[in-house]
């Protein structure tokens, strides 16, 4: 696959605004999922996709791969890799909903806040995960560590070559 396009420096400069979002965003979500964990744990259980063995797994192991995604993009150490997690969870939480508005589960995606406080799952929740999978992919697309961690290990690599 060709990515010449998206190797111009410019879209490290649009990139970065859009990591740092996207890593927000990933940290923000996993804050009450790690605090909360049994309430979570209900919320993943609503949706009745996975068994309930697996629940208790998925509630307490998922909270802590999006912090450490979410730190990861927001300094731009993995970036690409990173993203393409973020890619990967959000696919998996677009069918999650997808399947819940189907069958007319009426559940909050328990995304940001426990059931009894957030407002109900709808269409603009699936509308608003499409958004930042299309940012993921960006990023994946985009070397945008060139201004993070990323870039200061590059950059330090290729002057000790020169050496």
Not at 32 to 57: C, D, E, H, R, W
Not at 142 to 153: A, E, K, Q, R, V
Request: proline content about 4%; glycine content about 6%.
């Amino acid at each position: 696959m060709n990515l010449q396009p998206f190797r111009h420096f410019a879209h490290s400069v649009v990139a970065l605004p859009l990591r740092i979002y996207l890593g927000g965003v990933f940290l923000a979500a996993c804050l009450y999922k790690i605090q909360m964990p049994a309430a979570f744990g209900l919320s993943v259980a609503t949706y009745q996709i996975l068994p309930l063995g697996l629940v208790n797994l998925m509630a307490v192991t998922l909270p802590w791969i999006e912090l450490v995604v979410g730190l990861c993009l927001v300094v731009g150490f993995k970036a690409r890799a990173c993203a393409l997690c973020c890619a990967g969870m959000l696919v998996t939480f677009i069918i999650a909903i997808s399947s819940a508005l189907y069958f007319d589960l009426r559940l909050s995606c328990g995304c940001f806040a426990s059931a009894e406080t957030a407002e109900e799952m709808s269409a603009m929740t699936l509308w608003r995960d499409a958004i930042w999978l299309l940012i993921a992919v960006y990023l994946v697309l985009c070397p945008s560590g060139h201004l993070g961690i990323d870039g200061l290990i590059s950059r330090k690599s290729a002057k000790e070559m020169q050496k």
